[in-house]
């Protein structure tokens, strides 16, 4: 939607596709934060008024919803230790309604003319001497299109992407399956905060992690709501876990009279980044391009750039080595590094749970400064734990070692993937 929103306020025609019957309804399971630490994907965002506001790309987007300034990041161990991180003045990240964001940017791509086909499952893209060949499936019909260019904007698991051969030359790690509640009437004692229960006490099987985080709902007057997500390796059920963590878990006293108001699922598969994702004339933006995620806000970001980057080519300027330069330099997971280094912060579920028990226990007072951030969790989560290394060497030297090597471990045993 953004994407075409943008290319139509610059005159262009534009047909925006859509498998959804209903664009504004989320369905995938999705945390929907603003990560507002800054330098995040190369920008730097605000919330304020009925605008969430990117600096350095110098446009807004139109939110009418509420949000939740975040105040910490916890994780919380099996026997209910905790590492926090938290700032002294700006929140952790910023909670919003996705459903409300989606509405608005709907109600703005129609109001900038963009033909809309809903019910309609993008297939292919090919490239073609007059520009590209689209094809098309509604309702059991088959359609073809000929367009000067396409975005392709499908998601982590693109179908289009896979179609242009894409996917050949990326590694795969594996895949995840992830089921969500958003329920009312938790009765939660850390009404601000994004929690994370890491062990594997907490998940049938040993297997996968608990992510719950408060929600604002759609009328401002209704009730505080929760979302909590259980995402596991693709061979494990989620729901087993999720239902078993709120049914009979060490906190399932929160839940006593919870009511689960929507159920949202995802499958999704580990690949590394696209380097160049332009296509001849195919522009490939947000999570359909990415190591699992973009955030909402990437896929804002550089749904903007990929509409700006074709305005530009249709003037005779560089607009896809422009944007080809602005992912490799700002998304993160492009950087060397950047995935080991994350999924073993996600990883730290490989230790033993009394292990976890002991670590959170000596961080548990500790004031960890830190956003909620994916490329900037680790370094201050393990720097939480390191500030007790020696007192862990007397204490518990095996212990200490796992953690001084804990960079050995490695991206599928992080995941618990085969």
Known sequence: MMSAKIAAQQGLKVLLVDFKK???????SCCANLINEPNTHGEFITIEGENITFHRNDFNVRYTGGWIELDKNMRISPGGRFLNLQREVDPVAISFNKEVLLENLLEDTRKSGVEIRNSTL????????????????????????????????????????????????????????????????????????????????????????????????????DPPQFELTCGCPIDTSPKESIDEFIQNGRFSSWFKKARIIDTRTAVLYFRAPIPDPVKGRVVIVGDASSFIEVYVQGALMYGYQGARAIIKEMKGEDGFPEYIKSWINSFEYNFPGAIEKATQAFGLHVLEDEELDYLFGLTEDDRISGYLNEFTDPDRVMGGILKHIERIRKERPALAKKIEEFEKVSIKEALQVE
């Open 22 to 28: 209903d664009l504004t309804k989320v369905r995938r």
């Open 122 to 221: 993008g297939v292919k893209v090919e490239n073609i001497p007059e520009g590209v060949k689209v094809y098309l499936r509604s309702k059991g019909r088959d359609l073809e299109l000929i367009a000067r260019y396409a975005i392709a904007a499908d998601g982590v698991n693109s179908r289009i992407v896979e179609g242009l051969g894409l996917n050949k030359e990326r590694k795969l790690f594996g895949g995840f399956s992830v089921i969500s509640y958003l329920m009312e009437d938790v009765k939660c004692p850390y009404p601000k905060a994004w929690m994370c229960f890491v062990g594997k006490g907490f998940v049938k099987g040993g297997k996968g992690q608990f992510y719950m985080d408060p929600k604002p709902p759609r009328d401002r007057k």
